[in-house]
């Protein structure tokens, strides 16, 4: 589905599934190089920048969250940049690129003011649009962490060993979608200074500044969940240690009480007290004597 926006100095061609349709219509209207319109139909795999001589090219990829499977996945965004036009190709609603397309296309005020200049303004707008609404996908990443530290200090640390491991997992997914782009933003600072001229730099720099945010959260978010893992791994060892202790201390302290009832229920003669109509008492104040001792001496230890 191709959809295009003709401002005062800037066309936005914007195209979701392309098609060969498109491929061809790309071809014919801005004469791009077969390699380029070749990287469009199927999707890539690395984030890159290429520059030539009358366009940027290049690839970058979006974290979205699927609710469902609570986990985050890449969706790929080709971007093709003339001085005056700007071409974004992807698989798939990209939600900020949407609401920046639909606020240039159904308000003539926004038309007027963000297609005004070139196309690099567009872009930097797209671009720093992209990394803002990340920082706001890793805000829901930090209250999860924050409901995790609260969960285990309250004592649900077997319902949060589950929890640790999916937004652990989201964290890594996270990463693995931001990090591989840094190389890529950062060259595209340079060829987009060099192709847009000097004035463009605190744009460019606006984005990586805006993407450096992201990725610093993303450390941080990854060491805390890490620190957190352990915590509570720690907390069930020590609530684990804590029943086989007083396991232990119980096996203890009814392993002799055994040994004695064992030994009286015998089937030989001449056994103490086997004569005897009180025996039976006897014993059992033995055994209870006995039990006495050992709970005593275990308290005092501290064992229990």
């Known amino acids: 589905m191709r959809k295009i926006i003709k401002g005062p100095k800037v066309t936005w061609v914007d195209i979701q599934d392309p098609t060969e349709k498109d491929i061809k219509y790309l071809k014919r209207e801005f004469n791009l190089h077969p390699l380029v319109l070749g990287e469009l139909i199927p999707p890539g795999r690395r984030p890159k920048v290429e520059s030539y001589k009358k366009y940027l090219f290049m690839i970058l990829y979006y974290p979205v969250y699927s609710k469902e499977r609570r986990e985050t ?20 609603s990209i939600i900020p690129l949407r609401a920046l397309f639909n606020k240039c296309n159904l308000y003539p005020e926004v038309e007027r003011k963000y297609l005004r200049w070139n196309a690099g303004y567009l872009l930097f707008l797209l671009l720093n649009g992209l990394w803002k609404n990340c920082l706001i996908k890793l805000d829901r990443v930090d209250t999860r962490i924050d409901t995790i530290e609260k969960e285990i200090f309250q004592g649900k640390e077997k319902e949060m060993v589950r929890e640790i491991l999916v937004v652990k997992t989201d964290i890594i997914n996270f990463w693995r979608i931001v990090e591989p782009q840094r190389e890529t933003l950062e060259s595209l600072s340079k060829e987009g200074v060099a192709f847009f001229g000097e004035s463009f730099s605190p744009y460019f720099s606006d984005i990586m500044g805006t993407y450096s945010q992201a990725r610093d959260s993303l450390i941080t978010y990854k060491e805390t969940i890490l620190a957190l893992e352990d915590t509570n791994q720690s907390l069930l060892s020590t609530k684990t240690n804590e029943i086989i202790r007083i396991l232990t201390v119980f096996s203890v302290v009814l392993l002799p009480l055994t040994l004695l009832a064992s030994i009286w229920g015998m089937n030989v003669s001449n056994l103490p007290f086997a004569g005897s109509p009180a025996g039976f008492w006897v014993i059992l104040v033995l055994m209870a004597g006995l039990m006495g001792f050992l709970i005593a001496y275990f308290r005092k230890k501290k064992w229990m």
């Not at 996945?73 to 798939?92: A, F, G, Q, W």
């Open 73 to 92: 996945r890449p969706r790929e965004l080709d971007i093709i940049v003339t001085k005056n036009v700007l071409i974004t190709s992807h698989y798939k």
